[in-house]
C-alpha cells in the first residue's frame, strides 16, 4: 500500500503563495489518485483538488479553481499543490490521500481515499 506525507504548509499573509509537497513510499504511486482535503477549525473535512493516477485529469473544488493548481512527478514518487492568491478561508490542516482502482464519480469524495497523510498546517492571515 502506497504511504503518504505532507509537507510545505505554513503563514502566509492573504495574497501570498504555498506549495504542499505529498511524497510517497511504498505500493504503486503511478497506479494511484492523489488527491487535496482541507480541514478548518469545528468544519468537516472538504475537497480540494485531485489527479488522476495517469496525469489524465485534474480536479478543483470550485472555491479554489483558478487559484490552485495540483500536479505529480510519478518518476519521482511525489505530488504537489501549488496555491496562489491565499485567502483567509483557505487556512486549515491540509492533507493528502492515495487510493487506487478508484472511479471517477468518486474522485471527490474523502471516504473513497485508503491512505492519508498526517497533514500539514496552512495559515492565512494579516
Known amino acids: 500500500q502506497v504511504q503518504v506525507s505532507e509537507s510545505g504548509g505554513g503563514s502566509v499573509q492573504p495574497g501570498g503563495s504555498l506549495r504542499l509537497s505529498c511524497a510517497a513510499s511504498?505500493?504503486?504511486?503511478?497506479?494511484?489518485?492523489v488527491a487535496w482535503f482541507r480541514q478548518g477549525a469545528g468544519q468537516e473535512r472538504q475537497f480540494v483538488a485531485a489527479?488522476?493516477?495517469?496525469?489524465?485529469?485534474?480536479y478543483y473544488a470550485d472555491s479554489v479553481k483558478g487559484r490552485f493548481t495540483i500536479s505529480r512527478d510519478n518518476s519521482k514518487t511525489n505530488a504537489f499543490l501549488q496555491m496562489n492568491s491565499l485567502k483567509s478561508d483557505d487556512t486549515g490542516v491540509y492533507y493528502c490521500?492515495?487510493?487506487?482502482?478508484?472511479?471517477?464519480?468518486?474522485?471527490?469524495?474523502?471516504?473513497?481515499?485508503?491512505?492519508w497523510g498526517q497533514g500539514t498546517q496552512v495559515t492565512v492571515s494579516t
Open positions: 489527479i488522476r493516477w495517469n496525469n489524465n485529469g485534474a
Open positions: 490521500a492515495a487510493r487506487s482502482n478508484g472511479i471517477l464519480s468518486t474522485l471527490r469524495s474523502a471516504t473513497a481515499y485508503a491512505r
Open positions: 511504498g505500493g504503486t504511486f503511478s497506479r494511484s489518485d
